[in-house]
């Protein structure tokens, strides 16, 4: 990025976009219904069966969109992909954290304490997870629809289990439940077909987001074999992830004297306005307009203000992607941690104005895709969520997501006196998640086919 | 191509957010007095001239080359906040310390030089060596040294006017009047 010019500055041969799962490229619609299903393959036969049926509702990201915009996506898990029959060494061609799980990797995620494993909602972080279906739609009706053919694609076949089931909708506010707009800020990826919500990025290379084409460091990203599994497929993360949202307003109401002081506190820790409204643009007072236009809620950077008097360096939005607030570092090129983000909410919304915990079970299903899980969603998560290393502040995460393990402060810088922020509580929980492998629809084709075309795949014990 | 064949980079021993970073490397027979005068260049460089501060990678304490058994080998010590492994691939693809560093590891072996960055990767891999032992006396990153260092210049100033006794007595002062004494 400081260097003005990628290192090496091919141009990208075109997106296979028959041949890639929608899910696996786009962000969500808006608004959106879903449902996210985890079944578990008791009999490899029916595995395959059941990834047959499954590819007559997976749609390639070069379909031509219906107006409800509804898209299937099928991942599995390193022990999906296992149960199936793919053969060993196959299996230890993928990234290595993709092999080990999201249960394993807690530590390093910061999923501790209550968010630890130990403490996961059932069967998530298990090796019963074996295959994760999503289906998103604008429609009801549509998400109905499709659901059922998923749900047949399955419920017919004895050796397929349907063991967790998750409901998602956008909130009437049209906003998360901790009361901001979300899902703003996709990067383009060069030959999707869509443009970066931010103008001032350049698309990323395919090979970030697809596997099977260079990717911004100028290489192809290190991809499963035999290249037709591995080819225009991408790694999905998925995170169940509980918000305290009563926590967090009584953390909020505590701190100000004014409605307006807990609106601004909570966008300084949001690093927007509940509107979307960017506080790099906006730094005073919300503002609706500028937060529902795409054309400018995304237009801005931080390198004007790199003491955060804006944007606090510490705010969940500057951290989650500081744009081109690190370019002068010269340690830290931004656009190898971007990631196509697709979060969905789960649960109703915790009333207008009530600070009482409900006992209800609300928050965010977080969806990752891209080429890179360890320098992608990891690098993130580690260094620039839970961490505050990079911002001088080693002993600070991020206000809204970070892990806040001993009581962590946080910084919001202002004339004359920077305000800090004590004893911030977890207000986000992890209740479980997987790594996983969203195939092209020709290596779905491959999977379904195993030990039928020939009998060379040695039959592993699931 | 792929990198799996290439080992995980083996990150430094940390000390707080700080870590260490080592690598070793033998210098081309017949190349030692020209790799002299490329560190001569670097160290005439603005930035790393002894008094500057200004090194292109921001979150490095210091850096040291050290030529040793008669001018064969070639050290590369420094420090750095943050865990290397994080950012084994930003390094890689950071232009500017790039091509400060080409022109001193063409003059060691195994270099193929840029732009083929899979081999760069496997270049600085090869080379690098975990501390058997590490040891910091300041704890902080750079960013919070150089923050604190002005904090304690303002300080100065403050100290410098004619009315800092009278103004420092008020009680919310004290952690500041008991560091004014000298």
Known sequence: ?462 | MARSDVGEPQPGLRVGPTSEFSLFFRVKPGSEQSLRTALTDLQNTPGYRPGDYGMAIQTIHEARFVMFDDDTRLAFVTSFDGPWDAYMEDFFTSGPTLALFDVIFRHVEGYGGLPDLSALRAFVLDAEHVAAAYARNYPGTVKEIRKALRVSRAFQEVLDHPQAAELLQHPAMRPLWDEAGD
């Open chain 1, 1 to 462: 990025m400081e260097a003005g010019e990628p290192v090496h500055a091919t141009t990208s041969p075109a997106l296979d976009l028959d041949d890639i799962q929608a899910g696996a490229l786009y962000g969500r619609p808006s608004p959106y219904v879903g449902t996210y299903l985890l079944l578990c393959i008791r009999d490899r036969d029916d595995g395959r069966d059941l990834v047959r049926r499954l590819l007559r509702v997976v749609k390639p990201a070069g379909f031509p969109g219906s107006p409800d915009d509804t898209s299937v996506t099928v991942a599995f898990t390193y022990s999906g992909l296992k149960a199936l029959g793919v053969p060993q060494g196959s299996l230890d061609s993928f990234a290595p954290e993709f092999q080990q799980g999201m249960a394993s990797r807690a530590a390093t995620l910061g999923d501790v304490g209550e968010s630890a494993p130990e403490h996961w909602e059932w069967p998530l972080g298990t090796s019963d997870v074996h295959v994760a279906i999503s289906v998103l739609s604008s429609d009801r009706a549509q998400l109905e629809a499709v659901a059922e053919k998923a749900r047949e694609a399955h419920a017919e076949l004895a050796g397929i289990d349907l063991i967790w089931r998750q409901d998602c909708y956008q909130l009437a506010s049209g906003r998360t439940s901790f009361g901001f707009k979300d899902g703003i800020g996709q990067p383009g990826v060069e030959g999707s077909g869509r443009p970066a919500a931010n103008p001032r990025e350049r698309p990323l290379k395919a090979g970030e987001i697809i596997l099977g084409y260079p990717d911004e460091t100028g290489e192809l990203p290190p991809m499963p074999s035999p290249e037709i599994l591995g080819r225009n497929g991408t790694y999905v993360v998925f995170r169940k992830l509980h918000t305290r949202v009563a926590a967090y307003r009584s953390y909020l109401r505590a701190r100000s004297r004014s409605r307006q002081e807990e609106a601004l506190l909570g966008a300084k820790m949001v690093g927007r306005w509940q509107s979307g409204a960017p506080l790099s643009i906006a730094p005073d007072q919300d503002d609706t307009e500028l937060g529902g236009d795409p054309r400018r809620n995304n237009d801005f950077g931080f390198a004007d203000d790199p003491r955060g008097f804006k944007c606090p360096v510490g705010a969940h939005a500057r951290r989650a992607n500081p744009r081109d607030a690190l370019d002068g570092e010269g340690s830290v090129d931004v656009r190898l941690h971007r990631m196509i983000r697709r979060g969905t909410n789960y649960g109703p919304m915790l009333p207008e104005g009530v600070i009482e915990d409900d006992g209800i079970d609300r928050g965010i299903i977080f969806v990752f895709a891209g080429a890179h899980p360890k320098r992608q969603f990891e690098f993130v998560k580690t260094q620039w969520l839970n961490d505050g290393i990079f911002i001088g502040a080693p002993l600070e995460s991020d206000p809204l997501v970070g892990p806040h393990p001993e009581s962590s402060t946080f910084t919001i810088p202002q004339r004359p006196i920077r305000r800090r922020l004590q004893d911030l509580p977890p207000f986000v929980v992890t209740r479980g998640g997987e790594y996983c492998f969203a195939p092209s629809l020709r290596a779905l084709q491959w999977l379904a086919g195993l030990g039928v075309r020939d009998e060379t795949p040695p039959r592993e014990d699931a």
